[in-house]
């Protein structure tokens, strides 16, 4: 940047005011418990806005040039698999989108100094941009996509749907914890820590199911990360000048470090192992490389020097590894009829990579998959999630079922508070719960609503049915002799029942 | 083939390959360029390429624009020089590209020589004139072979506070030209020219635990990054493995006992591959590595350096990265004699 662009810029900051209608401490509405007087921020990137929208509008331009030509074009047909698993994938990525750009709303309103508050408002509208560039995404493979049905009500799913309630509590987190702690946990761990992992792996792996669509939507989405790393690591920085912040600060990383390992990282391993066919890495794989040794083997040195220590349950992080997404595949495949995609099961091709990539997967897993091959035909009455014995219960925090590291060696516990039973799926989000109870005692999961219900009033309630009123969206293969009815999953006769609570522990 | 890129406004000068990126290289030469994803498509690395013809076309359309294009705005993760370049550098502080130290010749000449071992032999140089050498620990210098045009990299054993002299442990290498010229010609006060300092190999600051790992002559970078840390008055805590064959090939013991008062915790673990008589050695036996392997824990938060041969190297990073280490802090420096590494 020139000498007078920076005295330019210089000059747009000294033009900030105080409001004379509103005093500061109605304005700030939201209080943070870090210390943030007299700190002097670093600045993350000097854009101006001019520049920005001018970059923006190019980018929106070409994106959309690249939607027009390809609904105009037609070419070969993506990938079945991945294309259905983008139902339940997308609707629950715009949904994170919007809620980002919220918090950083929320961000500029409660805490920014003027220097940062210029990065966090143009995160603002970049979140917004990226949410209507993936509405986009699902409206057009609503018209392209040969069965739309699950697309159409992707946005409102995202919202109702049990596997969405794993990102939506996350988001929520976001929006209602401490303002500063929503730069460090958004920023510093789904922004950075996730980011290569997420845009490589996912945009490089619709390219290769041929979701031309969605790789430009992630493209053009990537290239706006650098500035919202830049404003966690402005944020972080600027916190660090301040020795009784670091204490604050370790407690933040450890939380989210768990909390984004436990929504937005089971998701991401959920997709790069069980929505595509074009196999290249596994999650694990990534994980490691982006994950693990860069961030925090590389990242996390250099908070070294300030006392900051790795998070406290990183080995655990580690060992999930080799089991969260065949965990969290086992409860959304088994799940299916309240969901709203056609799931393709894991085929011999699939087992053989997951035993190479796995060691040990078949000997976990394979007795899931065998009786989830059983349940397919809707003429042998058989649901596999009655088969295996029941929903599991769900954690307090996550929102995730209690099946992790694996369903019958879980880390599920219950823990007593004011009297009150709750349950969570780790000494990691029980320990969560326990910093902040009133933060999450009052949230109602899927077994809150639907306990007594039969499974296919479930289904008709989220509005998971198809245009004649009478079959399901969702179904157990890509292509079914006979579609699954609600009138076939009601023979079956599966009433949701909360099953038996975990063992009580203690938070380690 | 390659093309010199310079870095303005600050005038650094690096070289890039044909086949390289030039963020692969300014990193790969210790220029700390910012990056983020690496593969052309989020914008971190952008900058100005105010001289010289690059070749761009593996950058994202999004990450960058064809207006930046046009204005010679480009992504050094995805740029490929086509003949020297110069970028311009905006909202960079010359100390946050932590440059690596200018590369200086300087004339020396021989104060010592002393054979420690029957292949390793200590060198002790002095700067001319008292002038000073300045280098990290862990770095390497290249030796000029008197009377030739040949040049030998040997890492420095002396702390870099100890700035006038050099001290550099040579593994004798049958038929190698500097080995014989140790063995034979060279003698007390002669002038010697040496260049440098080399190399990225050197203690990161911080707190994390330090495991050490070194074999032969591997020594010096390790003893100059102990010396260093013990005028530091370290107290992280820090283990030494050190291979060797015999017990009479265990070289500068006296030296890290006397180190070792100034560290805080400090292990010092030397292991023989074929130590002599048994009754009389009653430590670590076997490889380096196995050696780690039984001693160590979890290593998850601790960080490594290591260096000798490559061979050792390789082993000892699948070790440590069983024993937990994260690949990102296991930094190491492979001895590769000269003959073989063209």
């Known amino acids: 940047m020139s ?134 995404t699902l409206r057009h493979h609503m018209r392209s996509w040969r069965d739309p049905a699950g697309y159409d009500v992707a946005l409102r799913a995202a919202g109702t749907s049990v596997g969405g309630g794993i990102f939506r509590a996350m988001c929520e987190d976001f929006m209602t914890c401490d303002p500063v702690e929503t730069s460090l946990g958004l920023q510093m761990f789904v922004e950075t820590a996730y980011s290569n992992l997420f845009f490589v792996g996912l945009s490089s792996a619709a390219a290769a199911h041929g979701d031309k669509m969605l790789a430009s939507t992630m493209l053009t989405i990537q290239s706006d990360e650098a500035r919202h790393m830049a404003n966690g690591w402005a944020t972080l920085a600027t916190l660090l000048q301040d020795d009784r912040n670091i204490p604050l600060i370790q407690e933040t990383l450890d939380k989210w470090s768990w909390r984004v390992h436990m929504s937005f990282g089971v998701g991401n391993n959920l997709f790069a192992d069980y929505f595509v066919t074009k196999r290249q890495e596994s999650a694990k794989e990534m994980n490691m490389r982006w994950l693990f040794d860069e961030f925090y083997g590389g990242f996390y040195q250099k908070l070294e020097k300030y006392g900051i220590k790795a998070p406290k349950h990183l080995d655990r992080m580690i060992a999930d590894q080799d089991y969260l997404s065949h965990s969290a595949a086992i409860y959304l495949f088994g799940a299916w009829p309240v969901f709203y995609h056609r799931y393709d099961p894991m085929s011999a091709a699939d087992m053989e990579w997951f035993e190479k990539k796995y060691p040990g997967w078949y000997k976990n897993y394979g007795s899931f998959w065998e009786a989830y091959n059983r349940c397919t035909d809707p003429s042998e009455q058989a649901l596999v999630i009655k088969e295996l014995g029941g929903l599991p219960n769900f954690c307090q925090v996550c929102q995730l079922p209690t099946i992790f590291p694996l369903p019958a060696n879980n880390t599920g516990r219950s823990h007593m508070h004011d009297g009150k039973r709750f349950i969570f799926c780790s000494a990691g989000c029980q320990e969560i719960f326990l910093n902040d109870p009133n933060h999450y005692q009052g949230f109602q999961g899927f077994l809150d609503r639907y306990d007594g219900f039969e499974l296919s009033e479930v289904t008709r309630d989220m509005g998971f049915v198809r245009e004649d009123g009478k079959t399901l969206i969702a179904q157990p293969t890509l292509e079914a002799k006979r579609m699954w009815t609600l009138e076939d999953v009601r023979r079956c006769d599966y009433v949701v029942q909360k099953p038996p609570p975990p063992p009580f522990a203690e938070a380690a | 083939m390659s093309f010199t890129v310079t870095l303005a406004p600050f005038g650094i000068q690096f070289e890039c390959g044909e086949d390289e990126s030039i963020l692969s290289a300014a990193l790969r030469q210790g220029v700390a360029l910012r990056y983020g994803c690496k593969h052309g498509a989020c914008g971190t690395c952008k900058a100005r390429i105010v001289e010289g013809e690059v070749d761009l076309t593996q950058a994202s359309g999004f990450a960058l624009m064809q207006f930046e294009r046009d204005e010679g705005v480009a992504l050094l993760c995805s740029t490929y020089p086509l003949e020297d370049v110069v970028v311009q550098l905006e909202d960079y502080d010359e100390t946050d590209l932590h440059s690596a130290r200018p590369i200086v010749e300087c004339d020396c000449h021989v104060l010592m020589r002393n054979r420690l071992t029957s292949d390793i032999w200590q060198l002790l140089l002095a700067c001319d004139r008292g002038s000073s050498f300045e280098f990290d620990a862990g770095q390497f210098i290249e030796v000029n072979v008197p009377g030739t045009d040949e040049w030998r990299a040997y890492s420095m054993a002396n702390a870099p506070s100890d700035a006038q002299r050099i001290e550099l442990l040579i593994k004798e290498l049958p038929g190698g030209c500097f080995s014989a010229f140790l063995a034979g010609g060279l003698r007390e006060g002669q002038a010697i020219r040496i260049r440098g300092p080399y190399g990225q190999f050197k203690v990161q600051q911080g707190t994390a635990p330090i495991v050490m790992v070194a074999g032969g002559s591997g020594m010096a970078p390790i003893l100059s990054m102990l010396r260093a840390l013990g005028e530091q008055r370290t107290t992280r805590e820090i283990t030494f493995y050190y291979g060797a064959r015999t017990a009479h090939d265990l070289i500068c013991a006296d030296e890290i006992a006397s180190i070792a008062l100034n560290l805080g915790s400090f292990t010092y673990v030397p292991v023989l591959s074929e130590p002599e008589s048994e009754s009389l050695w009653s430590g670590e036996t ?11 824990g979890n290593l998850r938060a601790a960080e490594a350096y290591l260096c000798g041969p490559p061979g050792m190297i390789d082993a000892a990073i699948d070790v440590l990265k069983r024993k937990g280490m994260f690949s990102s802090r296991i930094r190491y420096d492979k001895f590769v004699s000269t003959a073989n590494r063209t």
């Open chain 2, 286 to 296: 076997g490889l380096v590595t196995s050696a780690i392997e039984r001693q160590a």
């Open chain 1, 3 to 136: 000498e007078s662009l920076i005295k330019a810029y210089d000059r747009v900051k000294s033009i900030d005011w105080d409001p004379t209608y509103i005093r500061q401490d109605q304005k700030l509405v939201e209080k943070t418990r870090f210390h943030l007087e007299g700190l002097k921020p670093v600045d993350p990137f000097k854009t101006f806005v001019r520049e920005y929208f001018q970059m923006e509008q190019e980018k929106d331009n070409r994106h959309y040039a690249i939607l027009e030509a390809s609904s105009r074009l037609s070419d070969s047909e993506p990938d079945a698999r991945w294309m259905e698993g983008m139902k339940f994938g997308l609707s629950n990525l715009s949904a994170i989108e919007y809620s980002a750009g919220r918090q950083m709303g929320r961000m500029a309103r409660s805490v920014a100094p003027m220097e940062l508050r210029q990065g966090y408002m143009m995160q603002v509208l970049d979140e917004m941009r990226h949410t209507q560039l993936e509405m986009n």
